[in-house]
């Protein structure tokens, strides 16, 4: 049988980012896949040597607009641990709050998109409707709906009022009902079954033999989350990682449904024990010498900074290892003896996000 | 007759085509949000498409770089004439906060003529549906002179 | 720095990585950094069960570095990503990109030398 080649990408109606894979496919099957990057490769790392270490934190945000809080708030702890800055414990559960209804949002915004790869363009609408609800809490509570950028280095620059902590619990139970009706679709349906199950199996060796990160490690058994390493305030919540053991695209789907559901019982938690304090301390000085590595769960797995300071106000270097970047991999494995079909559900199913990838 | 008919339903039903050139994510997520319940830019006979040869108007998001430039200009060259572009988000006018990065050329208006600039960091979804009526009155204005 | 850093040479790095994965350690990532002028620094962050090890080799930027990617091919992506960035050559990398993972081959500078300087632009 004769190989033939697809691109597939840049531009793909499934993709709304640009990401190229070169297929060799024999009849239906695909037999192997290489990747070309690059088409959002800005060289955001160098921008320290221009930026101030503050003026940072607008640029991190900014290395992917659907985990930008994340992204704050780990570099905001990488240079808080490198000077030494003992935040607030108020401002580490305010960051809590926003992190995970940023989860939530990404999640849904995910599910969403998945839904519409398979063909299920009213389940599409849906997971979107209920995703405006965690839009208008990040815009009535920071302001802004994608990039909320409530992280400063010491702690956070906006408050939440009681009301407003009632008013998102309100809106909460709402958000949760109105997904828990879709649970039974997205698990069950039979439309869904058959173009996710047993599709792009990643068995647990594999997955984390190729260092895979996030929704696609745990879809394969592996119980690995950074949160549960506590940084921030999630030392003081009841958390406990969410697995999928049958490695497939309907896994990782059930992974990510499942983790909304437990991003909503975690605001609830951090709320209960949200403590009275200030809300940022006062940051003197710059970073001193020195190395920090700091790791954080974002909506698509584990996020890595490092981060090497030199005594100036510019950092020596910034580095940046995204979950999708470790997730390329896997999806090199999981593609071959695929059907040309399914290609997009598979590159869907590990969430990728290419100007995290590329940076 | 027919030609009145597609000039009018042209300008009154354009079909867009939206292109991440190395934006953060944040701007196109706004962009897909105009299409869902709450925004739904369907009802004004908008509909999102993914092949150039079919769209009368490109959302551009995001810096252009040395590697996608090449493809932005492909997607340029392949529209039907007329076209419009609408430039969205900080980092599509001018380059943004990655403006002095050593990958980033610039603005979209580096490489292909931008009819709209929108702005914003992200733009609002209010934002870009204005930007597209706009973009629509210098596109149905297109129409006259292609005449 | 968080967990526990083994200084480790040209000859002997491939040899540890080998007994980091004997011994169960998932792969996370390299960071690299200028260590001096014509001296790379880089990191080798591994991972288990939350504890985290990490290899710290210094090289000649000259001179080719053993790739690592036979062993766990995850880091074929990381060590393309270096090469890109530092021009630096690594010795049996299973899929070489030859300097356009990220970059395109119109671009002849490298990124993060510190011979190209960016500038701030008004």
Redesign the interface.
Known sequence: MAITVIPFGPQHPVLPEPIHLTLKVEDEIVKEAIPALGYVHRGLERLVEIRDYHQMITVCERVCGICSMIHGTCYSQCIEELMDIEVTDRAKMLRVIWSELHRMHSHLLWLGLFADAFGFEALFMQFWKVRERIMDINEATAGSRVIVSVNIIGGVRADLSPEQLRWILSELDIAEKEIKDMQNTIMNDYTVKTRTCGIGVLSYDQAYELGAAGPTLRGSGVASDMRMNGYGAYGELDIEPIIETAGDCWARCTVRFREVLQSIDLVRQAISKLPEGELAVKVKGNPPEGEVYARVEQPRGECVYYIKGNGTKNLDRLRIRTPTFANIPPLLTMLPECELADVPVIVLSIDPCISCTER | MFGSFIKKSRAKSPWIMHFDCGSCNGCDIEVLACLTPLYDVERFGIINVGNPKHADVLLVTGTVNHRNKKVLKNLYDQMPEPKAVIAIGACGNTGGVFREAYNVVGGVDKIIPVDVYVPGCPAKPEAIIDGVVLGLAKFAQKVEEAE | ???KVIDVTIDTIVGEVMNM?NDGQ????F????EAEGKLGI?Y?F?KD?E?T?LRLVVDMDKPIPSVSGV???A???ENEIRDQWDVKFDGLV?DFNR?????P??T?V??VSN??????K
């Open positions: 720095m968080q967990g994965k998932r792969f996370v990532t960071s690299t950094y200028q990191l962050h991972d939350l985290d990490h766990y091919f995850a074929m992506l990381v899929l356009t993972l990220f970059l395109d119109e671009v500078q990124p993060l190209v300087k960016i500038q701030p632009k």
